[in-house]
């Protein structure tokens, strides 16, 4: 399912000093996914945290959801610790931004910053599938989609993470409901994105071992972000 | 680096195979045959490790002949590569296999219909109304998505066989400079010049 | 896929080498008896012998026996065939699909060495398998009558196959009642 493998694993300065077989990534997994609505934009991740291959749990709740300051949503799955430096540095970034320019960046502007974040470390990426939610200038959501060096684009709905492959193909199913006559968009109200996510998720839980536990879905809207949470199977 | 290709038409089946021997970086031979009679009207082009395609081609041949001695009867196409595929499938779980990659070309005086069966060495085939072997696969598959259809005429169907030829001639990085080209109909197998 | 008193079953039609494709006309199932179908995925000259053998096992049964193979015993021979090349397997996975004497519907999803698995709800094989369990998860309830189940097979080979760019060009769904098969092609993307 993950097999990107990053470029530049054979050295680094923690294998030449030890010279045993250190390996600088762990793969924390997780599923994050996002929809876009007309001024909405729902985005969700479980909250479990497991191990390598996926057999241990760390923990059952933790968030791998951020509100970013300026009000968008980053959803991180894959290398935790890599997620966590990645919000730290997007944060610190956002906060120069606004002492720069007096004002909030913008989620397309911040969706070009966080892609050359990414590219910034092309040959020891981030081991971090992210996927970045908010409103756009003019009030529409939007969902960004990025591979670990940042490629990027915007989408309507958009899986990442462990269970990506199995939700990806349900919400094309569901809210960009392609046919071989092209995509028949409906539009969807925010409750009925809800109910596709909670379902995706629930999906995705009874066949991915690395997905469970809470699922948590970020509401953003132009009122602010709301956060709910649902159980999701524990098994 | 060897091309062979082929196409279904009205009623008949048009081949065609490179026609150059080549060892390493050296043309050994430019007038090679690289197909096989199995009986009147079906045709069996090779390609592959040398060695190997005239020896499994011609076992192939000697058993359909044989079957036809046996029983009394012409193989149709589909029985032939039915039984061609199988061997090379057995085969392919022996200790040598054969590296050999095959076009079946045939008409059946029974259905009246032209057919065509693209064999690779691992034994999988395909009926098709236009098959092709190798790197020439990449260069005329979209060739035939674009202008074959089943109900060529023989004249239209020299003409898509020039643009074949053509296109290998002009864009593949390998110089086949001729190339043998054969149709199958009613009347059995001839080898045409285009 | 199965239904209330039917099974569905489909496949795409591509056959390929690696990213090029070479046939839009290569389904991957055949029919073992009336009410029974055995699909295939993996390496093609695999799935054509074994579909050349299990139908001569297949007939030697029905002539032997003079009744037909039940989905649960065709299972188990094609478990017993696979597993005869305990070490050197054929590389597919085989699907058995079909409706028993009492018109119960039976599912049963295998590895390459015959290890089998028998479903009350689906079975997914092939390169695109993540995507189809995962749509086949959302979309598939239980009881569903013929045309329900025709429309939830169809729809979650579509959505899975969009996603796998090896799989594709075309679909073909045999919905299997007690009174008949239902055979449809699907016209899908053709890239």
């Not at chain 1, 996926?54 to 968030?63: A, C, D, S, W």
């Not at chain 2, 990659?101 to 065509?116: H, V």
């Not at chain 2, 790197?135 to 035939?144: C, E």
């Not at chain 2, 202008?147 to 110089?175: I, T, W």
Request: proline share 4%; net charge negative; aromatic share 10%.
């Amino acid at each position: 399912m993950d097999s990107f493998l990053p470029v530049q694993v054979s050295w680094t300065p923690q294998t030449a000093a030890s010279g045993s077989d250190f390996y600088p990534y762990t793969n924390n997994a997780g599923t994050v996914a996002g929809i876009s609505g007309g001024d909405f934009c729902v985005m969700a991740a479980d909250t479990r945290q497991s191990f390598g291959v996926g057999y241990l749990i760390n923990t059952r709740y933790q968030p791998k959801m951020f509100k970013l300051s300026n009000g968008s949503v980053l959803g991180t799955s894959g290398f935790y610790a890599d997620g966590l430096t990645l919000i730290k540095r997007i944060n610190q970034r956002l906060e120069w931004y606004k002492h720069a320019h007096d004002k909030e960046m913008s989620t397309p502007a911040l969706a070009q910053l966080l892609s050359i974040t990414l590219y910034s470390k092309r040959f020891f990426p981030y081991y971090a599938r992210v996927l970045l939610g908010g409103l756009d200038l003019e009030g529409h959501g939007v969902v960004y989609g990025y591979d670990s060096i940042g490629s990027y684009e915007p989408c309507l709905a958009r899986a990442t993470g462990s269970g990506g492959s199995l939700i990806q193909p349900f919400l094309d199913n569901q809210i960009y409901r392609k046919t071989p006559l092209g995509i028949l968009q409906a539009p969807h109200t925010l409750d009925q994105v809800k109910a596709v996510m909670r379902d995706s998720f629930t999906s995705a839980t009874e066949r991915d071992i690395q997905t469970g536990d809470y699922l948590e879905l970020f509401i953003i809207t132009a009122q602010g972000v709301d956060v709910e949470k649902y159980d999701l199977r524990k098994d | 680096m060897e091309c062979i290709f082929g196409f279904t038409g009205k009623d008949f089946v048009m081949t065609a195979t490179d026609s150059t021997v080549a060892q390493s970086i050296l043309i050994v031979k430019s007038t090679e045959d690289k197909s096989r009679a199995l009986s009147k009207r079906i045709l069996l082009l090779f390609a592959g490790e040398s060695g190997d395609t005239v020896q499994f081609a011609e076992f192939i041949q000697r058993n359909v002949r044989l079957y036809e001695i046996r029983n009394g009867v012409e193989l149709s196409t589909k029985s032939a590569a039915t039984f061609t595929r199988r061997e090379l499938a057995d085969n392919l779980r022996s200790r040598k296999q054969y590296s050999v990659n095959l076009i079946l070309a045939g008409y059946d005086l029974t259905t009246e219909l032209p057919s065509l069966y693209q064999l690779d060495y691992l034994g999988s085939s395909v009926s098709a109304p236009f098959a092709a072997h190798g790197y020439a696969a990449h260069f005329l598959f979209s060739i035939f998505d674009r202008y074959h259809r089943p109900d060529l005429s023989l004249e239209e169907a020299k003409a898509l066989m020039k643009m074949c030829v053509g296109e290998l001639q002009r864009r593949f990085l390998v110089n086949l400079s001729h190339f043998t080209v054969k149709v199958v109909d009613k009347d059995g197998i001839r080898e045409i010049a285009i | 896929m199965s239904g209330k008193n039917c099974v569905a079953i489909a496949s795409d039609k591509r056959f390929g080498v690696k990213y090029l494709t070479i046939s839009m006309e290569f389904p991957k199932m055949f029919q073992a008896t009336d009410k029974t179908f055995i699909g295939i995925s993996g390496l093609a000259t695999d799935v054509q012998t074994l579909m050349e053998r299990f139908r001569f096992k297949i007939n030697m049964y029905r002539m032997n026996e003079e009744r037909d193979f039940e989905p649960i015993t065709l299972a188990n021979m094609v478990s017993s065939t696979l597993y005869e090349r305990r070490f050197s397997p054929y590389f597919v996975e085989p699907i058995v699909a079909g409706l028993d004497k009492n018109n119960n519907p039976y599912i049963n999803g295998m590895d390459l060495i015959g290890c089998s698995t028998t479903a009350c709800d689906f079975a997914a094989t092939g390169t695109p398998e993540d995507q189809l369990y995962g749509t086949c998860e959302a979309l598939w309830e239980p009881n569903l009558e013929p045309e329900e189940l025709f429309e939830t097979i169809s729809q979650t080979i579509m959505s899975a196959t969009n996603r796998d760019c090896v799989s594709g060009w075309g679909a073909v769904v045999h919905v299997i009642t007690p009174e008949r098969v239902i055979t449809r092609t699907l016209k899908t993307r053709m890239d």
